[in-house]
């Protein structure tokens, strides 16, 4: 059974920082791409960003290029995503899901995803 456990997530003033973890169990994880969406309240779930398989490629929401960091750690089966300068519209639940088909190719439709996490609230004060 593959399951997905998010972490990390809290309430943080604009301009602070967060680092959201993932750690997965039941499927090979080295073998998978993972990414990184978010659902804001009254809002779709949309792509946040991504990595393949490898960490070599990653791809970002232009929203938050420039601001957040995205990797893995194979060896210890975890996936980061790093958060800086945070926005209030940034306030969303972060969900991390993997792609066991592609994963030397970032997905970055819902639809893609094979295995989803619950997701960790972040809340970002103004």
């Known amino acids: 059974q593959v399951q997905l456990v998010e972490s990390g997530g809290g309430l943080v003033q604009a301009g602070g920082s967060l680092r959201l973890s993932c750690a997965a169990s039941?499927?090979?994880?080295?073998?998978?791409?993972m990414g990184w969406f978010r659902q804001a309240p009254g809002k779709e779930r949309e792509f946040v960003a991504g990595?393949?398989?490898?960490?070599?490629?990653?791809l970002y929401a232009d929203s938050v290029k420039g601001r957040f960091t995205i990797s893995r750690d194979n060896a210890k089966n975890t996936g980061n995503l790093q958060m800086n300068s945070l926005k209030p519209e940034d306030t969303a639940v972060y969900y991390c899901?993997?792609?066991?088909?592609?994963?030397?190719?970032?997905?970055?439709?819902?639809?893609?995803?094979?295995?989803w996490g619950k997701g960790t609230l972040v809340t970002v004060s103004s």
């Open positions: 899901a993997l792609d066991r088909n592609m994963g030397t190719v970032v997905q970055t439709t819902q639809g893609a995803m094979d295995y």
């Open positions: 039941g499927w090979p994880f080295a073998s998978a791409a």
């Open positions: 990595i393949t398989r490898s960490g070599g490629n990653t």
